[in-house]
Every structure is written in C-alpha cells, then in structure tokens.
C-alpha cells in the first residue's frame, strides 16, 4: 500500500440538533448540543486511518484543540506534521435537523489558515513522488500545495469543498482523483446532470478521474477509460455530518491498495452507509472489519 499524505483542516464542532435549521430572524431552541471532533481534513485522515491506509496528517491547531490530536492518534494516523500555534482551532457550527438527519455548517478558519510556504515546503520535503497527496479546501495556499506537490511527481486527491475563489488558482490538470458533489460540480462546470458535469471535466482534465456523490442516489464514477454508477445501501438516516469524508477515505484508501475503481467505490459506499447511521463526524466513521462484514442491502444495482 501506498503511503498517504493528507494536508487538512481540523475543527472543533459544536452540533446543534434542531426541528428544522435557523431561518433569517429566527431564534429556537435546540433539542441537544454536543461537543465533536471534526474538520474535512480530520475526518478524512480518520477515515484513511480506519480504512487502513499508512497516513500522516500535516495541518495546525490551537491550543483547545489538542483532543484532536488524540482521536487521531488512536485512529492510527501519524500526527509528526500537525503544528499548535497560538489562536484557536478552527471551528464549525453544526446544525442538524432531528427528523432528516441533514445538516448545514457555519465554518471558523482558525487555524486551519495558518499554513505558511516554509510550512508547507518542510512537510512535502518527508515525502517522495508515490505518496499520494489529499487536500480539501478548508486550509489557505491549496494552491501553493498543489503546484509543490506536482512537481515532486506525487498524485493528488482534492476535494474542492467549500467553493471558494481560490480554486480558479488551482491547476487542476495536476489532479489524479477530484472528489466531489452535485453542488461543486455545477460550480465548477455550470452543469447540473452527473454524467455532464463528469463530462465537462474531463472534457478539460482527460486525465483527471472524476468521483461524483449524489446523496440518495448513490455515486458516478468516470475516467477515460470507464465510467459507472453505483448506488446506496439501505441505512437509519440519523446524521449525514461525515458521509462524504468517510467515503472519500475509504475510497483513497482502496485506491492505494490498488483496487479497481468498483471495488473502491463498493467499500467506500458501505463505510458512509455505516457513517451516516450515527451521530458525530469523526467519530461515526467505522472501522474497515466493520465495513466488510457489515449486512447491508443495496438500494440500487451498479449501472456500467
């Protein structure tokens, strides 16, 4: 297996569940309010983890928030290029509607915005050309890190979540893997049907291979080569905070093993299957014997 680096942010969160989300002039109690672990980086790092995978985290906290460090610690990352700083870690507000289990997410930066070029440059210096480099675009210089990574021959995985402008900035020829949903791929191609939006994307990055989620109806994968759809397995619906980082994970995960695309993309739907059908981010996501043995049913066939 291949060695995994991922370079990503690092929240605290602070879930709020509620009857319905916060409107504008609206204030209502929430049913409960819980203190996680979070951030796509961390998640994403704990998911490679419990998926398997050999990976380092590189990122910065503050202080409040050395716990962090813990879960992934225990998770089985290597934690070696995580930095404390002064100033807070970042931070997330969480809202989840009780009946749904979906959820919306106001994001503190901290000090997930602290990377530096020197930082950077230190951290790519420890790793060779088959590392497989993720990134998601929670941290400042994603650029910076994409251009210094390329040019050491690594592959790179990039969920582009949140849009920002700053991945106009972002040469996206150098990604391996994009990781992405609905929403980002309209943002990025202007398209709104999964195999247009694969389309489209290819269309500018041939080399690129394109993992688009699509919530309840499953996933769409798409290279030059081949493409497919895969559908969700049959679950409680009770928080959906880290489904997309669990799959992503797993699927990287699987990616470094070397399994095919369907293989990855089947193991990586169980493990967000799992996810979803508990509460928390970090903390939901399972374990990889979990995920194996799991009885879970399809809701769909896979279509190639």
């Not at 503190?108 to 993720?134: C, H, K, P, R, W």
């Not at 798409?222 to 994970?249: H, M």
Request: glycine share 8%; net charge negative.
């Amino acid at each position: 297996m291949r060695r995994i680096l991922n370079f990503g942010s690092m929240n605290i969160d602070n879930v709020y569940t509620v009857e319905h989300f916060v409107r504008p002039g609206e204030t209502i109690s929430s049913l409960e309010m819980e203190v996680f672990p979070g951030g796509k980086g961390l998640n994403q790092t704990v998911a490679l983890a419990r998926a398997g995978a050999e990976v380092y985290h590189a990122g910065k906290i503050g202080k409040d928030g050395r716990f962090l460090l813990d879960l992934l610690r225990s998770a089985g990352a290597d934690i070696s290029f995580v930095e404390t700083i002064n100033g807070y870690t970042g931070k997330a507000i969480i809202q989840v509607e009780a009946e749904s289990g979906q959820n919306c997410i106001l994001l503190y930066n901290g000090a997930n915005y602290q990377m530096t070029e020197l930082f950077i440059d230190e951290v790519l210096g420890s790793f060779s050309a088959d590392t497989i480099l993720v990134l998601q675009n929670e941290i400042n210089l994603v650029e910076y890190i994409i251009d210094r990574a390329s040019a050491k021959g690594m592959q790179i995985a990039l969920n582009p979540s949140p849009i920002r402008e700053n991945l106009s900035k972002c040469d996206l020829s150098k990604i391996t893997w994009l990781l992405l949903n609905e929403i980002e791929g309209k943002a990025l191609t202007g398209e709104t049907e999964p195999e247009k939006i694969a389309g489209a994307l290819l269309a500018k990055y041939p080399d690129m291979k394109v993992v688009l989620t699509l919530g309840g109806d499953g996933v769409y994968y798409c290279d030059q080569n081949e493409s497919f759809r895969y559908g969700v397995y049959q679950t409680e619906v009770v928080d959906t905070t880290a489904a997309g980082d669990t799959f992503a994970g797993y699927f990287l995960a699987c990616s470094a093993r070397g399994m095919s695309p369907q293989m990855a993309v089947e193991e990586a739907s169980r493990a967000s299957a799992l996810a979803i059908s508990k509460q928390g981010a970090a903390v939901s996501i399972p374990v990889r014997i979990e995920v194996l043995h799991a009885d879970l049913k399809l809701r769909s066939e896979c279509v190639e």
